[in-house]
């Protein structure tokens, strides 16, 4: 357990090697289903419920590398937990680009990061063709149990066997060509619904003016509100933001070049360029558009770049919003190997609040934490309104860009922080935080995270009390083999086991 009073002295040395770091970057081929019975801690029995992770499974194709683990095949994991025990189950998300290309035993599709089929520029030339590689998040909704990527169709999956059932379209309001990106916002009390619970998602048709679609599902998994508006400009927007009142989505400063794409010598995402003397665009869409008032609000503020928002919520004439921002965006090079990225010639993502004021039209940020962080969780009830805790991966280290080795809860009305670490040899993924059945307290229940653990090449799932991080891990359940490092994923109280 690390405290952040052992980081007052300078740290002079890495909290972390290299090679440890790419540990976690090799293919997990093989498809597991046992009961976890290495485990050091206890389970609390209260915890009953599955948590779900996708991330990119395979890192290559049989021996030929991925160029970016963004373009490496989904793989979902799912751990139950029931009456103080854990089954681990993983299975490939059998998307049309995964079957082919296993069957063929080569790559078959350029990779948005940079994935390039065999064969050089002519093999790619005019190949508009990207894999929807299911590999970003996984949700359970309306009684189906979706994988996600942004660029694509979700897949719907078998929640006890992860078997894939085929694309979800939702009753055919989504066409085939239609995205369902991979960051939808949850809500289990939308106040202009009566409280019933709402998801809301969105797609994106980029090109010269981007076309942003609104979709927002009942709790039967129903469509009930849908409505697209067009945007001047180019966008790459991943992930957004909700209040009752708005979507919102921070237009990244950015350009795209498209001709060296469609010319087969680079991948879309290389095509990316990071504009730092233009204004971050914050696009403000009503929710819910009267006839006459559907005009979305653009609003203005430094330059920067947003993957990931953790909240936001609406304060008298203000919205404020939490996200995680980069100086500039970290662009991906044709010739570079991401095992060997430089940690420290990038800038780390950092933790901003935004304040938008709706009646004036002004924006102004403050810094809640410098520290390196990405992926960040709140209680569930708290989407889209006030909150006052988080949590969130974060770096040993108090300053410059590192892996992620630590989890951060953060006390947004006190200021405190708590601070729990896996350095030397352990690097986290998400932190997802899970209610204590009817608790009341906002911070009552426990964070699971996935851990890399070099020292044995393996993962852990470990369990902290939300409430007190300085208690430690209450339990860390060793797996008996690593899961690559993933993206994200969610947490039901549905136990999908059977006994
Ligand atoms: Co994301």
Redesign the pocket.
């Known amino acids: 357990m690390q405290s952040f009073k052992s980081q007052e002295s300078p740290v002079t040395e890495k909290s972390y090697t290299r090679a440890d770091w790419q540990g976690g970057y090799q293919s997990l081929t093989q498809e597991f289903d046992y009961w976890i019975d290495d485990i050091e801690g206890q389970i609390p029995r209260e915890l009953q419920g599955t948590l779900f992770r996708n991330g990119p499974g395979l890192l290559d194709v049989n021996g030929q590398p991925l160029h970016h683990p963004f373009d490496g095949d989904g793989m979902i994991s799912k751990i139950t937990f029931t009456s103080g025990r854990a089954h681990f189950r993983n299975r490939f998300v059998h998307t049309t680009g995964y079957l082919a290309e296993q069957k063929a035993g080569k790559i078959l599709y350029r990779g948005a990061f940079g994935t390039q089929k065999a064969g050089g520029w002519l093999a790619n030339i005019f190949d508009f063709k990207l894999k929807n590689i299911a590999n970003?998040?996984v949700i359970y909704w309306g009684g189906k149990l979706l994988a996600l990527w942004e660029g694509g169709e979700a897949y719907r999956l078998d929640p006890y066997t992860l078997k894939t059932l085929g694309n979800e379209y939702f009753n055919g309001v989504l066409s085939a060509d239609e995205a369902f990106a991979?960051?939808p916002r949850l809500k289990n009390n939308c106040e202009q619904d009566g409280g019933a619970p709402c998801l809301v998602n969105f797609s994106i048709k980029p090109g010269l003016s981007t076309t942003i679609t609104i979709f927002e599902l009942n709790s039967a998994g129903k469509i009930v509100r849908h409505h697209a508006h067009s945007v001047p400009g180019f966008c790459f927007i991943?992930?957004f933001v909700i209040t009752p009142n708005y979507c919102i989505f921070f237009q990244n400063p950015v350009s795209f070049n498209p001709i060296p794409f469609a010319l087969g010598i680079r991948a879309a995402v290389e095509c990316i360029k990071f504009q730092p003397n233009q204004p971050t665009q914050i696009l403000i869409i009503p929710r819910f558009p009267k006839k006459g008032q559907e005009k979305i609000k653009i609003l203005e503020t430094q330059s920067g770049f947003v993957?990931?928002h953790i909240n936001a919520f609406e304060v008298g004439d203000e919205v404020l919003i939490d996200s995680i921002c980069y100086q500039s965006f970290p662009e991906v090079e044709p010739e570079s190997d991401f095992r060997q990225v430089d940690f420290e010639a990038l800038s780390p993502g950092q933790l901003w609040r935004f304040y938008l004021n709706l009646k004036n039209g002004t924006v102004r940020r403050e810094l809640i934490d410098g520290r390196c962080c990405e992926?960040a969780n709140i209680h569930p009830a708290n989407v889209g309104r006030p909150y006052r805790y988080l949590y969130i991966g974060a770096a040993h280290a108090e300053t410059g860009n590192a892996p992620l080795q630590a989890l951060l809860k953060i006390d947004l009305e006190s200021g405190e922080r708590q601070f729990w670490s896996a350095a030397p040899r352990g690097f986290v993924g998400e932190p997802i935080f899970v209610p204590r059945p009817d608790s009341e307290k906002e911070d009552d229940g426990w964070v699971l995270a996935l851990v890399y653990d070099a020292t044995h090449n393996r993962s852990d799932v470990v369990i902290l009390d939300a409430s007190d991080f300085h208690k430690g891990v209450i339990a860390r359940l060793h797996l008996k083999h690593h899961i690559p490092y993933g993206?994200?994923g969610s947490f039901t109280s549905k136990v999908f086991v059977k006994i």
């Open positions: 970003t998040n991979a960051h991943h992930d993957f990931h992926f993206l994200h």
